[in-house]
């Protein structure tokens, strides 16, 4: 599996906070994605990118930001977290046209 | 929304060849067909994908229809460990972008 990191792994925090989650490659891999996973939805996503300060919106983009200064680090930010925005977070990269690989992801729960 | 539909549930025999369908009727001539599975809580896990021809790799056979309207994932002798979600996706626009839906629950019996 390609070297994917997330941090934190697990997360609480309250309604109304800020909170950022971190996705790290080490494969130098130019897409990175942000999805979210809840029960009864699989998979959906939330954001991606396709470089450098390249970022577009996925299905479920309100409510999330997302940024990438660097090619191996793709960050994840509620800007006012709310309770359903409690999910499971998984980052994922490809190269150019290819699979998708993912990260371990994160539990965020908003209390 | 998500561009395939599969069978929420399934069950298999352990060293029995498990057959996952998908249908994706609304497929575009250059989208491609991709095959994922989630073990437990852990992030999604590739498996193959095809665009017209079948496929095999070390893991699974992907069969599809010659309208491209279907396809079949192929587990060929399926253990314990095959027991997960599978996904089927369409790989759809410039980004790689990936519809996941809520795919196959597939648990292999003893």
């Known amino acids: 599996d390609a070297g994917i990191t997330q941090s934190p792994r697990h997360k609480v925090t309250e309604t109304g906070t800020p909170v950022t989650l971190r996705c790290h490659q080490t494969e130098n891999h130019r897409y990175m994605y942000w999805y979210r996973q809840d029960p009864g939805h699989g998979l959906r996503l939330i954001h991606y990118?396709?470089?450098?300060?390249?970022?577009d919106k996925g299905e479920v983009s309100d409510g999330y930001s997302v940024s990438r200064s660097k090619t191996e680090d793709f960050l994840l930010t509620l800007e006012s977290a709310t309770s359903s925005q409690t999910s499971v977070y998984f980052c994922?990269?490809?190269?150019?046209?290819?699979?998708?690989?993912f990260g371990p992801g994160t539990r965020l729960t908003v209390t | 929304d998500a561009k395939t539909t599969q069978p929420p549930s399934m069950d298999c025999a352990e060293g029995r060849a498990a057959n996952l369908p998908c249908n994706h009727s609304t497929i575009s001539g250059n989208e491609y067909v991709y095959w994922y599975r989630q073990i437990h809580s852990q992030g999604p896990q590739y498996i193959i994908h095809g665009l017209k021809n079948n496929e095999t790799n070390e893991m699974a056979s992907l069969i599809i229809t010659e309208d491209r309207k279907s396809s079949t994932l192929i587990l060929p002798h399926a253990t314990l460990r095959d027991t997960a979600v599978y996904y089927c996706i369409v790989r759809v626009g410039t980004g790689n972008q990936f519809y996941f839906g809520t795919g196959t629950s597939l648990t292999v019996i003893p």
């Open positions: 994922a990269t490809a190269l150019v046209g290819e699979e998708q690989y």
């Open positions: 990118s396709y470089g450098v300060k390249d970022t």
